[in-house]
């Protein structure tokens, strides 16, 4: 029974684009994917994931692609999924079945950021943070939360290094299970 479900994950995150994974099955695209070295039919896309979370009640958590993706295909996927009206996105997922917008809160700014999906050191991955979410805001009545890819472990330093990015003070940090108080006045950013 869980309570929320991420997908993509993995690897897998910051290779896939998402608009392969809609429409009918049989016409979808298939790529090669990257990281298993062989065809991915994409027969489980954005309308069978959301579905599958509906099942067992969970909410949907997407991950966009950060790695070979971009901010636009991010935006794009925002729009199908929580778009309203006669937009581009929010009329093509009506015409693939689902007038009503899926309403999608929880997004993840790419995955295994630091390894697969980018290679980022923590002041890079932080600036593509931003550069996403500067466009990934509030959709179709839903304010997205914007979800960051921590570190591979226990590495407080590379947290502390990607939080520096957003605060002007040090933060209270929790890694891992282990509570890491590093204090502080939490400050973000002003948002565009």
Same mark, same amino acid.
């Given at each position: 029974?869980?309570?929320?479900?991420?997908?993509?994950?993995?690897?897998?995150?910051?290779?896939?684009?998402?608009?392969?994974?809609?429409?009918?099955?049989?016409?979808?695209?298939?790529? $090669?994917?990257?990281?298993?070295?062989?065809?991915?039919?994409?027969?489980?896309?954005?309308?069978?994931?959301?579905?599958?979370?509906?099942?067992?009640?969970?909410?949907?958590?997407?991950?966009?692609?950060?790695?070979?993706?971009?901010?636009?295909?991010?935006?794009?996927?925002?729009?199908?999924?929580?778009?309203?009206?006669?937009? $581009?996105?929010?009329?093509?997922?009506?015409?693939?079945?689902?007038?009503?917008?899926?309403?999608?809160?929880?997004?993840?700014?790419?995955?295994?950021?630091?390894?697969?999906?980018?290679?980022?050191?923590?002041?890079?991955?932080?600036?593509?943070?931003?550069?996403?979410?500067?466009?990934?805001?509030?959709?179709?009545?839903?304010?997205?939360?914007?979800?960051?890819?921590?570190?591979?472990?226990?590495?407080?330093?590379?947290?502390?290094?990607?939080?520096?990015?957003?605060?002007?003070?040090?933060?209270?940090?929790?890694?891992?299970?282990?509570?890491?108080?590093?204090?502080?006045?939490?400050?973000?950013?002003?948002?565009?």
């Amino acid at each position: 029974q869980p309570s929320i479900i991420r997908w993509p994950g993995g690897c897998f995150a910051d290779a896939y684009h998402w608009e392969d994974g809609i429409g009918p099955i049989d016409q979808r695209t298939k790529r $090669k994917n990257h990281w298993w070295g062989r065809e991915e039919p994409n027969t489980f896309g954005t309308h069978e994931y959301i579905g599958w979370g509906k099942l067992l009640s969970a909410e949907p958590y997407l991950s966009v692609n950060v790695g070979t993706g971009s901010v636009s295909e991010a935006l794009n996927w925002l729009e199908y999924c929580n778009g309203t009206g006669d937009t $581009k996105y929010a009329a093509l997922r009506a015409r693939h079945g689902h007038p009503e917008p899926f309403g999608v809160r929880w997004w993840g700014i790419g995955n295994e950021n630091w390894g697969c999906g980018g290679n980022f050191c923590p002041g890079d991955y932080a600036r593509e943070f931003k550069r996403f979410a500067t466009y990934l805001g509030p959709f179709g009545g839903v304010t997205p939360y914007l979800i960051a890819c921590g570190p591979a472990g226990h590495k407080p330093d590379w947290t502390r290094r990607f939080l520096a990015q957003f605060y002007s003070t040090p933060q209270h940090v929790y890694g891992a299970g282990r509570p890491g108080a590093v204090g502080g006045e939490r400050r973000p950013l002003p948002r565009s």
